[in-house]
């Protein structure tokens, strides 16, 4: 009896082992022969999915100010901070969790005050790279208006303590690019006080911050008053960076078989892997898709019909670019932020929105140079609409710093 319930123990296992087995060569089968499905294949890439990126939890770290400057009211004088400076951390904490949403909900006063005027008075403004439509920052705040909000963009935003009595509030100058908007904000419990507002703006000429100046109240025949340059003889340290594509996709024989498992989702059970004719790039395509990925680490993806789907809500389209964008850089970027910088929506003869984003590192944008006309450009691009991404140009890199650095004069006039 105890050797027939011995070999029955022995049959089971044996049979567990062969399904195993049959399991392993499946996987790898549906890998080495693309368009054929292997049922558990995909379900064992799900910890690698879309499905696995908290969007809410990561999409504040994809916007940014361009710049937090400082008013003190006097001879034209403008302190832009430090990114890592507990003031700028401060003011724009307030920005990400109460002012922006408050913002979009709030209904403001169209105020007929000049912008540039404005901001000469004593005040805090905190400014982004370009005009962001008010859509994406209530996507980015989770903001919900009861109705739609009265400014299209958020450009700039002047941050005026003194002007309200009233020590629980802040009153708030919104400039869009054309107009200028007034809102009376509520301060947050956890936020900075209005009195620490009003310390702040007093005394930033006692400290390390270099004032700057704008160009056109020394050169009125300036055209661009957003021009902001340093008319004293001050230096500022600036560390050599490293830069290099992630280890775990530089294009060699060693990453050949395994790139596509950082640059791909998990319909990689169809896609058909090829190098191009002249051996500089790796080709990933299905019916649907085409990635190249080049040995410098730039990554090119088509949807092949580009002009398919709904265009749909910029914020939408946004989503899924972020999307795209969060599933490969968890694993491959490091060292830099990574920003959006731009938004192109007005072209109605598009199907899809164009978004730019820069890497950012201690407040600084790392550009990329085109070697073609020597300009720099953003490094990643993005097309999108409500349905999908559509097409990416992305230079995929990560960051530090080299142990050696340059000291750089600020003075304008030694440029």
Known sequence: MRIANLEYKKSIFIIILLLL???????????????????????????????????????????????????????????????????????????????????????????????YSLIKMKCIVVQFKNPIPTGIIRWFTGAEPTVPPAVKQIYKIAIFPSESINYSENILYVYDSENVYKYTVTIGQDGMKRDDYIKAIDTIDNGDVFPMNRLVASYPSVENPELLVSLIDSEKKIWDLLVKTPNEIVFNNDNIDRIDEYLLEDYRSSIVTKFSEDGTNLIFSNEERVYRYYMNGFLDYQYRNKNSGDKGLVEEALEKAITFIEYRKKNLVDGADICLSSVN????????YIFTFDYVMDGMEIKILNDRDKTVKSAITVCANRDRVVDVKWYIKTFAYNDYYTNYNL???NF
């Open 21 to 115: 087995c049959v399991f392993q060569l499946g996987i790898l089968w549906s890998e080495k022969n693309p368009g054929i499905p292997f049922p558990f294949s995909s379900r064992m890439r799900l910890w690698n999915s879309n499905e696995n990126i908290d969007l809410d939890e990561v999409k504040k770290n994809y916007y940014c100010a361009d710049a937090i400057i400082v008013s003190n009211g006097k001879r034209d004088l403008y302190y832009p901070l430090e990114p890592g400076s507990s003031l700028y951390r401060a003011v724009w904490n307030d920005m990400q969790n109460s002012y922006l949403k408050q913002i979009i909900e709030k209904k403001p006063v169209l105020s007929d005050r000049n912008w």
């Open 345 to 352: 929506k007005d072209d109605d003869g598009l199907n899809y």
């Open 411 to 413: 003075n304008f006039y």
